[in-house]
């Protein structure tokens, strides 16, 4: 059975810096595409970033480049998401996914697609308060 769970929500200050944490059971990283989401209140999922476990290639939103930053251990099935300088507006559910197929990195394809990945995350609350 495949999992994914989360860890390392809370509550921070405006400027801080949060690392969540995913680890995966039933499959192995480098096998799998995995990616961060985020979902604002009343807002769309959003994607953050994606990391092939094979090549360690991240592919990062526009909007997240720079203060974010993905990370894998594949010889402990985890993946992270180094948060820096964060904002009010960064208040957000977080999510780690996964999926079998790699991301199509084409110019055409978006490797960030929420429908590209089968499995999810139970979610992870980051608050930053101003």
């Known amino acids: 059975q495949i999992q994914l769970v989360q860890s390392g929500g809370g509550l921070v200050q405006a400027g801080g810096s949060l690392r969540l944490s995913c680890v995966a059971s039933?499959?192995?990283?480098?096998?799998?595409?995995i990616a961060w989401f985020r979902q604002a209140p009343g807002k769309e999922r959003e994607g953050i970033a994606c990391i092939d476990s094979t090549t360690d290639y991240a592919y990062y939103a526009d909007s997240m480049k720079g203060r974010f930053t993905i990370s894998r251990d594949s010889a402990n099935n985890m993946v992270y998401l180094q948060m820096n300088s964060l904002r009010p507006e960064d208040t957000a559910v977080y999510y780690c996914?996964?999926?079998?197929?790699?991301?199509?990195?084409?110019?055409?394809?978006?490797?960030?697609?929420?429908?590209?990945?089968?499995?999810w995350g139970q979610g992870t609350q980051v608050t930053v308060s101003s």
């Open positions: 039933g499959f192995t990283l480098p096998n799998y595409a």
């Open positions: 996914a996964a999926d079998e197929t790699k991301p199509d990195y084409s110019d055409n394809a978006d490797p960030l697609s929420i429908s590209e990945y089968e499995f």
